[in-house]
Structure formats: C-alpha cells, structure tokens
Nanobody, 120 residues
Framework: VQLQASGGGLVQAGGSLRLSCAAS????????MGWYRQAPGKQRELVAA???????NYADSVKGRFTISRDNAKNTVYLQMNSLKPEDTAVYYC???????????????WGQGTLVTVSS
C-alpha cells in the first residue's frame, strides 16, 4: 500500500491550499486518517485527524482555518487550508491506518510529504 500526497506549493499569507492524499494497493479496511506537519528544526506534529466514522480533531493552531475530510470509497483524505499564515510553512505528511492482505490488525502508513510554503 502506498499513500501519495499532492497539493502543496507556494502561497501568500491569507491564501488557501487543498492537500490530497490517495491510497493505492490492496486494502481491506481503513481506520483513522490524518495530516501531520514538520517545520524546519521542529518535531513532526499532528495537524488534523478524522476517524472512519467522520469524527475530527485539530491542532489548536489550525482550528477554524483548516478542514479535514475523507472519501472512504477512494481511500483518500483531504486537508482544506484557509487563511494560511507563514507559521504554517512545513512539509505536510498524510497518515492512515489500513488492514491489508497478510495483516491481522491496522498498520500505520505514511505519505511522502508535500511542501507548503506561506510567504508573508
């Protein structure tokens, strides 16, 4: 199974971007999906997550500006980012928990990361 993230880029402060992350491969079941980010010199942090039932949680720093959603039929997770700030600049990674052939429970998978740069 692979996760392919896309949608990053350069945007001015106050602008918007939409990240997508699509899974490919043989998947029996999908649990939580989410987005993390890592800024230069900082640890990776959770940005937003969404359960299989649609419940969401967000980092305090992005509440009211970012929206996470998912398409279960496509095993795809999205992150709509509005009112972007320079401090949102980071590499964004998608994450998901899948049951795949040969697995007895959910395993953790990561996308390759997509760079978001917000200029002031």
């Amino acid at each position: 199974v692979q996760l392919q993230a896309s949608g990053g880029g350069l945007v001015q402060a106050g602008g918007s971007l939409r990240l997508s992350c699509a899974a490919s491969g043989s998947i029996f079941s999908t649990n939580a999906m989410g987005w993390y980010r890592q800024a230069p010199g900082k640890q990776r942090e959770l940005v937003a997550a969404i359960t299989s039932g649609g419940s969401t949680n967000y980092a305090d720093s992005v509440k009211g500006r970012f929206t996470i959603s998912r398409d279960n039929a496509k095993n795809t997770v999205y992150l709509q980012m509005n009112s972007l700030k320079p401090e949102d600049t980071a590499v964004y990674y998608c994450n998901a928990e899948f049951v795949t052939p040969g697995s007895s429970w959910y395993d953790d998978y990561w996308g390759q990361g997509t760079l978001v740069t917000v200029s002031s």
